[in-house]
């Protein structure tokens, strides 16, 4: 199977809509490998875990969730539910049955995933960890790869985080360090049976954390619109369906040890993203390209205030050779925007404010101003 390269993702760069409809590959990848095999989802009913459940029927399996039961409970209605809580460690509900695969989409504790791992070492045959690109010390470097030195947590600070909620305490400074310390859970448990994938900024249809879907309704909006940072600035993310189906393939290929999975196979600019989107939406927005230094003088938040950018100096790249390697597909970006956009409009309207994430009306217009009167 070819690999889909830059023209068939961004479909002649800026000169005509990104590419639509492409599916071949996906498709390919979907058929069979999973018929008469079993995969259990720890989790399963928020984002990331219904896209891993939709990849794994379309491959065949049957599949068990293993959650508390309070998070969209209505879905998968014809689905083996096991019900328990890792937070208290209720995990009654997996002391028996075996599986082919189990992808762990709730591990945040490393206590959890040793308990949980440890537990179905002898019934289940490989173990999919779902990780962050948040673990590596060094963010910000050029091209850093799964050998990288990783976050580390005091003993005070490990000792103190029992539930998942306090591995998200003090602004979330430990989540990436901790989530390192899963990964050599499962490990430890399971030798030689674990994919740990370190997934970076997912994104696409149900994402409410609007670091993507920000720019997709900004754009479909018009009008002046305030392009932050290089316009040559690379940019990594995945699409929820697409790492959906790559939990699934490596468990089903025995993918074991640690890789990269984020997008894509070669360079991604601000720019293709923002001129792409613009494109694919039929928007008249216009661009206007601010630098990081104003950026930075103006106190704009990076990421969160202004999605996608952050400053030079904290914008790294993340090598993703292995988990290409692995059978990871993007889809093509303009499907991503196309698609996220739909479920945003429908979900919520086009008069939808942004309260965590993105800049609000009022300040980007007092920010172009500012720019143009420099």
Aim: proline fraction near 5%; hydrophobic fraction near 40%; charge should be negative.
């Amino acid at each position: 199977m070819t690999r889909p390269n830059r023209r068939h993702v961004l479909s002649a760069g800026l000169c005509l809509p990104f590419a639509h409809g492409f599916a071949d590959p996906l498709a390919l990848q979907a058929e069979g490998g999973g018929r008469g095999k079993r995969l259990l989802v720890l989790g399963g009913t928020r984002f990331l875990g219904p896209a891993i459940v939709k990849a794994a029927l379309e491959m065949g399996y049957e599949v068990s969730l293993f959650n508390r039961g309070k998070s969209n409970p209505e879905l998968f209605p014809e689905l083996e539910h096991l019900i328990g809580d890792r937070d208290t460690g209720d995990l009654k509900a997996l002391e028996t049955g075996e599986w082919d695969v189990v992808v762990d989409t709730s591990g945040y504790v490393p206590d959890h995933v040793k308990q949980t791992a440890e537990l179905l070492a002898d019934r289940v045959q490989h173990y999919v960890f779902v990780s962050t690109i948040s673990v590596y010390a060094d963010f910000g470097a050029a091209n850093t790869d799964e050998s990288a030195e990783v976050g580390t947590v005091t003993a005070e600070e490990l000792e103190a985080t029992k539930t998942i909620g306090d591995s998200f305490r003090g602004g979330g400074q430990l989540y990436g360090p901790l989530k390192a310390l899963c990964e050599q859970a499962a490990e430890a448990a399971m030798p030689g049976r674990v994919s740990n994938l370190r997934s970076g900024l997912i994104v696409g249809p149900e994402d409410n954390s609007d670091r993507f879907t920000y720019w997709c309704a900004r754009i479909w909006k018009g009008g002046d619109v305030l392009a932050p940072g290089a316009r040559d600035a690379g940019v990594q993310f995945t699409d929820v369906r697409d790492l959906g189906r790559f939990c699934v393939v490596a468990g089903r290929d025995r993918r074991a040890g640690v890789m990269n999975t984020v997008g894509f196979a070669f360079p991604v600019s601000m720019e293709e993203v923002l001129l792409g989107a613009k494109i694919v939406i039929g928007s008249d927005a216009r661009f206007t390209w601010v630098d990081d230094e104003f950026l930075v003088e103006q106190k704009v938040g990076p990421y969160m205030e202004m999605p996608l950018w952050l400053p030079a100096e904290m914008r790294g790249h993340f090598d993703n050779t292995r988990c290409l390697e692995a059978g990871l597909i993007c889809r093509p970006i303009g499907d991503t925007i196309r698609d996220t956009l739909a479920w945003h409009l429908e979900e919520r309207g086009p008069d939808y404010r942004w309260t965590r994430v993105g800049i609000n009306e009022d300040r980007e217009a007092a920010l172009l101003e500012a720019w143009r009167a420099r």
